[in-house]
T-cell receptor, first 111, second 113 residues
């Protein structure tokens, strides 16, 4: 049972444009959400997070939006750069001590 | 270098065999987590240890086991291997028991033939 879903396996965006990666979840008990970025042959690296008490968190070019009523979050990258090309994983957790990950979205930023 | 070390990086073995994957957490981190990433799948949580004690268990098969040693390194043992066990196995570590942004190693790619 996939509690965190990323329905788009891949996304291509022109350099300089906005990248929007989407994530849906089913468990209303999730109270913290994270985005990880993964390059080939490396482990995922933490990118940005948001608590369920907020609806937006911004860090430089990266902004995460949370819509609790829709059980949906999104990661916006603007402007997109070729170095942003990677697989992005959405993850969520409750008070228990393990993360639930989505299946990932492969972002390709075209120069 | 994330500070989390996993060995070996690659492993090829036959069905029915047993292998051990090793993880050294980042200095100062007490929690170790094991995740499995199969083809086209997300990261599936297997098990967590905190300071030597099992803390949480996820979708870990009975053929799999893990432990965390006094020096905090951890081993994931996979036995009676099947073709479907071929995957990337990631270890992550964090300071405490909360997972806010914990650090992953670069993974061990296991291929069962």
């Amino acid at each position: 049972d996939q509690q965190v879903k990323q329905n788009s396996p891949s996304l291509s965006v022109q350099e300089g444009r906005i990248s929007i990666l989407n994530c849906d979840y089913t468990n209303s008990m999730f109270d913290y959400f994270l985005w990880y970025k993964k390059y080939p042959a490396e482990g995922p690296t933490f990118l940005i997070s948001i608590s369920s008490i907020k609806d937006k968190n911004e860090d430089g070019r990266f902004t995460v939006f949370l819509n609790k009523s829709a059980k949906h979050l999104s990661l916006h990258i603007v402007p997109s750069q070729p170095g942003d090309s990677a697989v992005y994983f959405c993850a969520a957790l409750t008070g228990a001590n393990n993360l639930f990950f989505g299946t990932g979205t492969r972002l390709t930023v075209i120069p | 270098d994330s500070g989390v070390t996993q060995t070996p990086k690659h492993l090829i073995t036959a069905t029915g065999q047993r292998v051990t994957l090793r993880c050294s957490p980042r200095s100062g981190d007490l929690s170790v987590y094991w995740y499995q990433q199969s083809l086209d799948q997300g990261l599936q949580f297997l098990i967590q240890y905190y300071n030597g004690e099992e803390r949480a268990k996820g979708n870990i098969l009975e053929r799999f086991s893990a432990q965390q040693f006094p020096d905090l390194h951890s081993e994931l043992n996979l036995s009676s291997l099947e073709l479907g066990d071929s995957a990337l196995y990631f270890c992550a570590s964090s300071v405490g028991t909360a997972n806010y942004g914990y650090t992953f190693g670069s993974g061990t790619r296991l291929t069962v033939v």
